[in-house]
């Protein structure tokens, strides 16, 4: 838990310009995706940028805490002989679950039909226990591939804070 909580400090001694006034929430998420599940978490922003006319009033108010998150740090908690779905023929098979970060910010914000596997430049991260994933909240979007052998665990911090703004190259406008 620490590891998480000092991730925004740390990011500001080295000069991490994403954002500032970091604000580290007392709470964590563990999350848990049950062995065997044909299903992951669909490819999504951490941080909802979506309008107030887009997804009406009470949607909208429900996402303000949402709407703060400025960095995901991740650390996944499963044994470190977690095996990649890249060793699928492995005897034994393997245990999958990885975390696909997408490339770039083609989709930014998040368009209508930008559905799950549709862009093929990602990097799929493995899910050995103690590796430590962090993140732009606002600009990387990722999905987490179905998991197959073990349950896969993984303790999740969103820091709030104000976000820089975005350089010109990866504005939306310039996105298109
Ligand atoms: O567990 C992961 O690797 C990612 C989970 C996730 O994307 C989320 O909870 O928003
Ligand atoms: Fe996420």
Do not use: K
């Not at 604000?23 to 044909?38: D, T, W």
């Not at 303000?64 to 005897?91: C, F, H, K, Q």
């Amino acid at each position: 838990m620490h590891l998480l909580e000092g991730v925004a400090c740390e990011l500001e001694r080295h000069g991490y310009r994403g954002s500032f006034a970091h604000q580290v929430p007392q709470l964590l998420q563990l999350s848990c995706y049950p062995a065997g599940s044909s299903h992951g978490y669909d490819r999504h922003l951490d941080c909802n940028l979506q309008s107030v006319f887009d997804l009406g009033v009470l949607a909208w108010l429900r996402a303000t805490g949402n709407r703060a998150r400025v960095l995901t740090a991740m650390v996944y908690l499963n044994d470190e002989d977690w095996l990649p779905s890249s060793t699928a023929n492995s005897p034994g098979g393997h245990d999958g679950g990885e975390l696909r970060v997408f490339h770039g910010v083609q989709w930014f914000p998040l368009a209508a039909d930008a559905g799950a596997g549709e862009w093929r430049d990602y990097t799929d991260i493995a899910q050995r226990g103690g590796t430590l994933v962090i993140f732009n909240s606002r600009v990387v979007e990722h999905q987490v591939l179905p998991t197959r052998r073990q349950d896969r665990y993984a303790l999740t911090c969103w820091v709030f804070g104000q976000p820089a703004t975005l350089p010109r190259a990866l504005r939306p406008s310039a996105a298109a």
